[in-house]
């Protein structure tokens, strides 16, 4: 069974997700801000990350770039999930090394279908 970290500093976001993630058959890990989550990660390898962009003492985007420039997370695929859905937000989110790009509100087929195909790789 594969591993989903879900970043996100919203209490009710991050339980939103977690719940949906869950109902799909995933294991949950959750981390509530990037330092957080750069902790929990070399810990213990997610499969996949669900990553918010704005949150305290460390962006989304940050969070990213640190794990794709690491070469033993480098191949952890990562979904930006965030209320910046503009096209610039989307395509700086895919520069910072993202596998895939997720605008809140979403449709829950939208994220798990997401997370599905790149579990598959």
């Known amino acids: 069974m594969s591993t989903v970290l879900v970043v996100e500093d919203s209490t009710a976001q991050r339980t939103m997700i977690k719940d949906l993630l869950k109902s799909s058959g995933l294991i949950v890990t959750e981390a509530t801000d990037g330092v957080e989550a750069l902790e929990q990660i070399l810990k213990s390898r997610p499969d996949i990350v669900v ?19 690491d070469p033993k997370t480098q191949s952890v695929p990562i979904v930006m999930c965030s ?18 790009y997720i605008a809140k509100p979403f449709q829950p087929t939208e994220l798990i279908g997401t997370v599905k195909q790149l579990l598959r790789g």
């Open 51 to 69: 990553l918010d962009i704005v949150m305290p003492r460390m962006n989304g985007y940050e969070v990213c770039r640190r794990l794709k420039a």
């Open 83 to 100: 209320s910046k859905g503009e096209e610039f937000d989307r395509y700086w989110g895919m520069k910072q090394g993202a596998d895939a």
